[in-house]
């Protein structure tokens, strides 16, 4: 069984910046396809960015230019890090695991607001 752990939600003004982490318990971190999601209210959620196992990575239209996801296999961490911070942004942040099957995080709020 994988425990991811996010971290590094929060409430930011516009424009401002955060960086999520996520933590992956077990042994198969690096074997593993890595992804942000996000799920605002009353919508469904949405794939934010992925990383390969490779290091290919992939993002929504609306965050390129803005995130950048990475990941470090020695740590068993991924990585979300956010600029240039809007407040269609705002939304709880899932991290997400790919290996024989999925698994998901606790999820952490981020709220971008003046």
């Known amino acids: 069984q994988v425990q991811l752990v996010e971290s590094g939600g929060g409430l930011v003004q516009p424009g401002g910046s955060l960086r999520l982490s996520c933590a992956a318990s077990?042994?198969?971190?690096?074997?593993?396809?890595m992804g942000w999601y996000r799920q605002a209210p009353g919508k469904q959620r949405e794939l934010v960015a992925r990383?390969?196992?490779?290091?290919?990575?992939n993002y929504a239209d609306s965050v390129k230019g803005r995130f950048t996801i990475s990941r470090d296999n020695a740590k068993n961490t991924v990585y979300l890090q956010m600029n240039n911070l809007k407040p269609d942004d705002t939304a709880v942040y899932y991290c997400?695991?790919?290996?024989?099957?999925?698994?998901w995080g606790q999820g952490t709020q981020v709220i971008v607001s003046s």
């Open positions: 990383i390969m196992i490779r290091g290919t990575t």
């Open positions: 997400n695991l790919q290996y024989d099957r999925e698994f």
């Open positions: 077990g042994t198969i971190f690096s074997l593993s396809h």
